[in-house]
């Protein structure tokens, strides 16, 4: 019973180290784009460079996104003033579902809108969430893949170091 039961566990680390792996994108530069914003301008990732950037792929009908906005959004008012900024984009072919649930969660960070799926292919995202962090060189350093409750601390310990550098 109790090997049993290890194997579970060893099975599940694994999983669980799995799901924050990387991606064949870390180590590369992170692929420019403009997206017109809910704010209704164009914004281009390339116009942050110098600051540490998060992107966050994300959709309406996804549970685990609607669960993460808001701790993205409080690392986001945590740490915008000191270099870091969060683009969110959604991928949903209407934007009014994105915007209504922008409005529903209180998010502050600019999200914009990828409904023709160009800039997520760009990036390689096959499901939802997908959360990449670039440093300031504008090079990808980290990719997560999904999010379950915890992943947040690892956001958070990689935005600080990304930060220090």
């Known amino acids: 019973m109790k090997l049993k039961h290890s194997i579970i566990a060893a099975a599940f680390s694994i999983f669980a180290a799995t799901s ?4 064949g994108m870390e180590g590369q530069p992170a692929p420019d784009f ?7 301008q164009n914004l281009r990732l390339s116009e942050y460079r110098g600051d540490v950037v998060m992107i966050n792929f994300w959709a309406t009908w996804c549970g685990p996104c609607r669960q993460e906005m808001p701790l993205l959004d409080e690392l986001y008012a ?6 870091f900024n969060l683009l969110g984009v959604n991928i949903d072919d209407d934007s009014r579902r994105a915007m ?3 409005d529903e969660l209180g ?4 999200v914009l809108f990828d409904a023709r799926k160009e800039v997520s292919e760009l990036y390689e995202v096959e499901a939802m969430p997908v959360t990449v962090l670039v440093d300031r060189e504008g090079t990808v350093r980290y990719v997560h893949h999904g999010y379950k409750p915890g992943y947040e601390n690892a956001y958070l310990d990689q ?3 990304l930060l220090r550098e």
Request: hydrophobic letters at 35%; a positive charge; charged letters at 15%.
């Open 78 to 83: 945590r740490y915008q003033r000191v270099g």
């Open 159 to 161: 935005i600080r170091s």
């Open 20 to 23: 924050l792996a990387s991606s």
């Open 107 to 110: 998010v502050s960070f600019p």
């Open 100 to 102: 209504q649930m922008i």
């Open 34 to 40: 403009a997206l017109k914003s809910s704010t209704g």
